[in-house]
């Protein structure tokens, strides 16, 4: 089963960190950091989260070293006390590799990790949809899908997107429309589709987190998003060959949309 590994240097602040972080239902904390290691070596593991300190006080950057050079693509997220942590100390987890620093008083904290799990770019992912965009999209448009892809864990609107190509949301809207492209907001779940079914196939993360990461509020707001785009389910799509099925209902989307079928 996959799990979130925690390792806090309070065993009184497990309540609080898990009122915060409930998209996660199997957290294992991990009071011992060469149990930590150890555990984080396996794949069930999807991220790690740290304290500065051990029970011991000692400092956890050498165990987030381990963990980093056992699986450098392993989130590790360090929570901690802005008032008792030193710029030096910072840096050095900064220098071992840690995926994010997020401040005990900070009050996003599910969302700053469930972003860590999703935040490095996968070079397949990027590459493959690619192909697609230069095989369906006209070439002034690609960026658009684009942004959108690379962000489908964020809150996009027309206006947003619209932005960063120096575009009014009516006017991008207009330009979409006459390539026969989709308005963005069927871009933005797509792009949503595609992330949630390449994660389902790659990786051991519940259902439930990748909905929660892409801003559904729940699976089934994702599955719903899955079955009108590719009708097929998290389930299905867990199977080798599932995102290449998106994929490939992504591209016959757009062919029917540039013919105003869609």
């Known amino acids: ?43 069930e593991a999807l991220a790690v989260v740290v304290d500065a300190l051990d029970r011991n006080g ?22 901690c006390n802005r008032l008792t942590i030193s710029g030096e100390e910072l840096a050095e987890f900064a220098r071992v590799g ?7 008083d900070e009050s996003d904290f599910e969302q700053r990790i469930l972003s860590a799990l999703t935040r490095a770019s ?44 120096g575009l009014s949301a009516k006017a991008l809207g207009g330009e979409l429309k006459r390539a026969g492209m989709p308005p963005v907001a069927t871009i933005v779940s797509w792009s ?14 519940p259902a439930t987190v990748i909905a929660r990461s892409l801003g559904f ?21 867990r199977e080798q060959g599932g995102f290449g099925w998106v994929l490939r209902c992504f591209e016959r989307f757009l062919v029917k949309a540039q013919r105003g079928k869609a």
Request: net charge neutral; glycine share 2%; charged share 20%.
């Open 192 to 205: 949503q589709a595609l992330a949630a079914a390449y994660r389902l196939e790659h990786s051991a993360e």
């Open 58 to 79: 000692d400092s956890t950057a050498p165990a987030v070293a381990a963990m980093k050079a056992r699986r450098p693509s392993l989130p590790v997220v360090l929570w």
């Open 98 to 104: 840690i995926s994010a620093i997020i401040f005990r």
């Open 122 to 165: 996968d070079l397949a992912f990027h590459e493959m949809t690619d192909q697609a965009l230069h095989r369906r999209v006209p070439a002034g448009l690609i960026p658009i899908f684009r942004y959108c892809l690379d962000r489908a864990a964020s809150p996009l609107t027309a206006e947003s997107v619209g932005r960063t190509v």
């Open 217 to 237: 509020p729940n699976t089934r707001s994702l599955t719903s998003v899955l079955k009108r785009c590719c009708n097929e389910t998290p389930t299905n799509l």
């Open 1 to 43: 089963m996959s799990h979130l590994l925690v390792q806090l240097s309070e065993a009184g602040l497990r309540p609080l960190f898990a009122e915060m972080c409930k998209a996660f239902g199997d957290m294992l904390w991990c009071d011992d950091l060469n149990d930590l290691v150890a555990r984080a070596a396996v794949e």
